[in-house]
């Protein structure tokens, strides 16, 4: 049976779609974000992107890698809003291809206001973000009903490498009963020793779900206070997502996934 779907928007020309690939498994992307694969003429994608995605796409369109590459530097984020009026300019279709959701810790929204100045139609194809999608696939529930009634996505890691010095670890640690940390690897010593000192239980969980949903996936699941230490000896790879509080305790019971 051939699954068709009511009112798939078209893809027009002259328009620029972005779209999230959710965090690695094809299986994740979105009808729409499928959509957009199979119809793009230019598709500017991150490292970030899965490689099996993006060989779902069609073979005549041209690729343009907006990320880390050979040691080059990626390019700064104006020259990829500059490269998305420019091709949307010359009437085409540009898929522009983002890991997780393009919303978040994604520039989405810088990208999406670059074009907004420009005048070029967009539409915005939100995806599985890591935090979702990698705790769904290491069977780590986000929240759970007698655990937390909150949950925070926060980013380990600012412009320069650095902890961002815009987040308030005090505050989150009391409010935030379950964190879902973001680009942490680097600043996970860091991280743990402010949550510490912000009267969290050294022993407390800690989950590091490290390529998240694909065949390489690895879920370490340590405490705060030996995460650091942990992460390093065994020389996780990135990305990883960090999960501190009770839900990771799940992990032992609802661990379905076998890569
Ligand atoms: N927009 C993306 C996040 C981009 S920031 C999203 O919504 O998922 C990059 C960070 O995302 C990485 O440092 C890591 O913390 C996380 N991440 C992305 N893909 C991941 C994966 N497959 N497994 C684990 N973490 C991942």
Redesign the pocket.
Known sequence: MTIRFPDIPAFEPGTVWLV?AG??DPGLLTVLALHALSEADVIVYDA?VDERILALTNPAATRIHAGKRGGRPSPSQADISRTLIKEARKSVRVLRL?????F???RGGEEARALAEAGIPFRLVP?I???IG?LAYAGIPATHRDINSAVAFVTGHAVGGNLPDDVDWEALGRGAPVLVI???LNNIEAIAHKLIEAGRNPTEPVAI??????PTQSVLQTTLAAAAHEARVQSLK????VVVGRTVELHSILNWFTP
Do not use: E, N
């Open positions: 999230g965090p690695g970030l983002k890991g997780g959701d393009p978040i810790f994604g995806g973000t890591a935090g990698g973001y680009m942490a779900i490290s390529r998240a949903t694909t990135p990305p990883a997502i």
